[in-house]
């Protein structure tokens, strides 16, 4: 059975950091390119970045980049997302996935930015 499972979002404020992970199941997590995703309220959902197998390319979405950084531990089968200077406009939850996305997404984690 597939899972994507993402952890480690919270209320943090202006300047702040986070560190989510995402815990993956049933498929061949060290073969895929995975992602990070995110959804405001009321937008659609939105690539953020992305991490090849083996780590040796990253990429991220131009507001994030320099602020946040993309890891993987294929032992562990996780994803993290380093998350430093948040800003009130990286307010959304989070969702983890292939990319491009081919799982069914999970429950995602909330992070809200904010004074």
């Known amino acids: 059975q597939v899972w994507l499972v993402e952890s480690g979002g919270g209320l943090v404020e202006p300047g702040g950091s986070l560190r989510l992970s995402c815990a993956a199941s049933?498929?061949?997590?060290?073969?895929?390119?995975m992602s990070w995703y995110r959804q405001a309220p009321g937008q659609e959902r939105e690539w953020v970045a992305s991490?090849?197998?083996?780590?040796?390319?990253?990429n991220y979405e131009t507001s994030v980049e320099g602020r946040c950084t993309i890891s993987r531990d294929n032992v562990k089968n996780t994803l993290y997302l380093q998350m430093n200077s948040l800003k009130p406009e990286d307010t959304a939850t989070y969702y983890c996935?292939?990319?491009?996305?081919?799982?069914?997404w999970g429950q995602g984690t909330q992070v809200t930015v904010s004074s």
């Open positions: 996935n292939t990319d491009p996305p081919r799982l069914a």
């Open positions: 049933g498929f061949t997590f060290m073969s895929d390119d």
């Open positions: 991490i090849s197998p083996r780590s040796t390319w990253k």
